[in-house]
């Protein structure tokens, strides 16, 4: 995989929210050597101490202007799924399938959610008791 698609991949893990960051910095400077070439992919490969949430957010800038980003979660899910499907079918990758799986449940009870909250006319979110 290219550093273009890893990018990808990373930034449909972001919107997922399966990317801590934590490691963005040095993924970042393999992409950088790699040829990718962006203001902010530049600015992340160059400070190894960034926090996680700033790394994070540079990474999303990075898809903007490499013009990597996802119209949907959808979109993002379907391309994460499909460029790590031969890791999660391998023997003994439990997490991983268990990592696709809840954010894909953790969407459609969202989605759920709203819906009935639009259909029963109330606030998205119930009082806490």
């Known amino acids: 995989m290219g550093a273009i698609d890893e990018i990808r991949v990373t930034e449909a893990r972001r919107m997922l ?5 934590d490691d963005l910095p040095a993924r970042a400077a393999a992409w950088v050597s790699a040829g990718a070439s962006s203001p902010s992919l530049d600015a992340l490969a160059a400070d190894a101490s960034l926090p ?15 013009d990597l980003t996802f119209d949907s979660l959808q979109e993002a899910r379907a391309h994460y799924l499909r460029a790590t499907l031969p890791d999660l079918v391998r023997p003994g ?6 990592e696709a799986s809840n954010s894909l ?15 029963l006319g109330r606030s998205e979110r119930p009082p806490e008791n």
């Open 105 to 119: 449940t953790d969407e459609m009870t969202g989605r759920a959610r709203r819906a009935l909250s639009r259909f």
């Open 52 to 66: 996680a949430a700033r790394a994070l957010r540079l990474l999303r800038s990075t898809a903007v202007e490499l």
């Open 17 to 21: 929210g399966l990317e801590p960051g």
């Open 93 to 98: 990758n439990t997490a991983a399938i268990a």
